[in-house]
């Protein structure tokens, strides 16, 4: 049986009317990947840094607040309560200028980079790994 040039036979009699539809979809489905999987690398590369700087960042808190005297002033809160109660302007004060300030920011953002990687997988995490079952309907 010869085809003759008769193309009728691959060709649907009638196009979904729902076809351009469904391709935009696709197509914005796909986009949404790929903006995700690049994200997705540089989210991990931020993460790992910020997880490997937690350590140096925190022995650095450390040392500041034992070498400060800020310790000092907190074990007194703790045994003397009532010397602090006359004084507690002048403890207040001696806290403040004692408090390692530079310190607690830097591992404060160093926990709330580290947070917001976290936020950005659990989001994203759907888009990540459902991408070849996605069905359009």
């Not at 010869?2 to 796909?30: A, F, H, Q, W």
């Not at 650095?60 to 309560?81: C, H, P, T």
């Not at 926990?111 to 459902?130: E, Y």
């Amino acid at each position: 049986m010869e085809n003759n040039g008769d193309t009728s036979c691959c060709i649907p009699k009638e196009i979904p009317t729902d076809l351009l539809g469904k391709v935009i979809k696709r197509i914005d489905v796909e986009k949404k990947f790929l903006r995700v999987r690049k994200l997705f690398a540089f989210v991990c590369i931020g993460f790992i840094g910020l997880a490997a700087l937690t350590v140096p960042v925190a022995q650095l808190l450390w040392r500041e607040v034992v070498g400060s005297g800020f310790m000092e002033y907190i074990r007194l809160a703790l045994v003397d309560f009532k010397s602090i109660t006359t004084d507690w302007q002048d403890f207040g004060f001696s806290l403040l200028e004692t408090a390692p300030i530079l310190n607690v920011v830097a591992a404060l953002s160093v926990l709330f980079g580290i947070l917001l990687a976290i936020r950005w997988l659990i989001i994203n995490s759907r888009t990540l790994f459902t991408h070849g079952h996605t069905k359009i309907v």
